[in-house]
Every structure is written in C-alpha cells, then in structure tokens.
C-alpha cells in the first residue's frame, strides 16, 4: 500500500469540493426545501458516499464493458467540467434539471451532488492521485456535504446572496483550471 500524500489528499478534496459545489447548490437546495419540506441530509449523505465510492471501483470496469478507456473518458469529463465551470462564472444554465415532486435521495445525491461531472472527475483523479487519497477526499467532501444539508438555512443567512454568488464565481473559476490540466494531462499537450 502507498502512503497517504497529505497534498495528493488536499489536492482531491479541493477538487471534489470544487466540482461538487454543494455551496453553489445551496439555492437549489433551499428551494427544493420550500417546495417540498424536510430534506433527509442523513440519507444523502451516505447515498453520496457510496455513488461516489461504487463508480470510484467500478467505473473504470464499466468503461470497459461499452469500449472506453478512462483517458477518453477523462477527456470527455474535462469538457463536461469545462462547460458546468462556464454556467457558474457566467451565470447561465446549459444543463437543464426537471424539479422533483418529492425529495429524496434521487434529486439531492443524484444528481445534485454526486451527478455526472463527480463521476466523471473520480475517473478523471484515478488517471492522477492514488485510490486511498480519492477516498480520504471523498470522506471528507462527504462529511462537509452532511454539514452544509443539515445548517442549509443557516448558512443561507450567513452568507446571503451576494456571498453565494462570489463562491459560485470562485469555485468556477477554479473548475475552469482543473478542466484545462485533466484536458492537457491526457492529450499530453
């Protein structure tokens, strides 16, 4: 077993937390919760860690069964983080979502959080950071996912709008620099 990389695990953790954007989610959380009621963070939770988990392992097996590699796949996933960097610095939708009528683990785990983009990053870090670093960073991401759902209104109030918008930007800004190095990384240009 390699050791654990204190910058590896940093380097995923922040990545995660970037494409994740559960503060960027925040407004579409907050307004799930006004149309429906409760939302069971608990449940989503641990649905989020073990999507993430599962596609972390086999992900890279399913590829396999359809005919991809993960550096095809991780190129496709640069684009796809490429164009969900561009919605939060310019403030426009490209990927529509239907609201659901119920909250549940289906709207919040997937694929709010743990949608598309986080897999395709997972696949993308394993092209990168050893597995043991992904998890740590997944735990962990997992955790701060937890918190953020259970003081969602909390932090709404913290925050206001004003900050909302200037993490979204941020964390965009920084998702647009991750695409461009999992894009570069593996057309080796």
Request: proline content about 3%; overall charge positive.
């Amino acid at each position: 077993m390699h050791p654990l990389i204190f910058k590896e695990i940093l380097s995923v953790t922040m990545i995660l937390f970037a494409i994740i954007d559960i503060l960027g989610a925040i407004p579409v959380i907050i307004e799930m919760r006004q149309r429906v009621g409760h939302i069971q963070s608990e449940k989503a939770s641990i649905a989020v860690l073990v999507l993430m988990i599962v596609f972390l392992f086999v992900g890279d097996k399913l590829l396999d069964v359809i005919g991809l590699d993960v550096s095809s796949f991780a190129i496709a996933g640069s684009l796809v983080i490429f164009i969900i960097a561009m919605e939060m610095i310019m403030g426009i939708r490209l990927f529509k979502e239907e609201m659901p009528e119920t909250v549940s683990i289906v709207p919040i785990a997937f694929p709010l959080i743990a949608g598309a983009g986080t897999m395709t990053t997972l696949l993308s870090l394993k092209t990168q950071y050893q597995t043991q670093d992904i998890l740590i960073g997944i735990v962990l991401n997992t955790m701060f996912v937890y918190l953020v759902l259970k003081n969602v209104q909390w932090l709404e109030k913290l925050l206001g709008k004003t900050g909302l918008g200037i993490l979204r930007k941020a964390f965009g800004i920084i998702l647009l620099a991750i695409a461009i190095k999992l894009f570069r990384s593996n057309t080796h240009l």
